[in-house]
Every structure is written in C-alpha cells, then in structure tokens.
C-alpha cells in the first residue's frame, strides 16, 4: 500500500473505501493519463482491507476489472469494496472505484 501510495479511508463490517491520489510522474502510463495497473491494484488492495473486516485472510483467485474512464494528475481514485457473499472456501466482492461522482472502473473479484 505504501509503495502505490494507497490509503485506507473507512473501515465497516464488510465494506471498505481505499484511496490513492494520482501522481504524474509515479502511476502514468506513456499516454500522460493514470496507467490501469494502478486501478487494478487499489482496487486488489482493497480487497484484501474488506475481507479483513470480516475475520478473513484472502488471496485473490480471479480478478475482472472494466475500465470506464481515466484520471488525471492530483486527482484522487477511491475504491469503494463490499463483501457480496463469503463461505468457508471462497468470497464474493465487488468494487467500485470513483473520481468525485465519476465512475473510472468496476471489478469483480473471487477470494
């Protein structure tokens, strides 16, 4: 989380919202916009954060991320996670990442 620059913003039993503020010269790509490593990887951090909020340690078994649009420099993504369903083998969780009202990308994930 450190390395990205990922912050964890609010905690609740199940749901969880990670941010990460877009900085030019550490997540563009050679486009001069944010490079979708980056969403992908506040998006698989925070799967991580909202398992834990359940009790669970998880590793991620599928990731299906559709992007919707970019981001720019100084603008801030945030991640918005929620356990959808979550048995003794496998987790359900989907997360919605955001700028302000605008929706950059939505993931599906199993744990």
């Known amino acids: 989380m450190k390395l ?6 609010e905690l609740k039993c199940g749901e969880a919202v990670l941010g990460l503020t877009i900085e030019a010269g550490r997540h563009f790509n ?3 916009s944010a490079h979708g490593g980056i969403i992908a990887s506040l998006a698989d ?3 991580g954060v909202v398992g ?3 009790g669970k340690r998880v590793v991620t078994a599928s990731l ?3 992007y919707i649009r970019g981001i720019g420099a100084g603008e801030r993504a945030r991640a918005f996670s929620r356990v959808v369903s ?12 955001f ?3 605008k929706l950059l990308a939505e993931v599906a994930a199993t744990m």
């Open 4 to 9: 990205c620059g990922i912050e964890i913003e």
């Open 86 to 97: 979550y048995d003794d083998k496998f987790m359900v969780i989907k997360v919605e990442v």
């Open 64 to 66: 299906q991320v559709s």
């Open 45 to 47: 951090t925070s799967l």
């Open 99 to 101: 700028n302000n009202e």
């Open 30 to 32: 050679l486009n001069k």
């Open 52 to 54: 834990a909020t359940i």
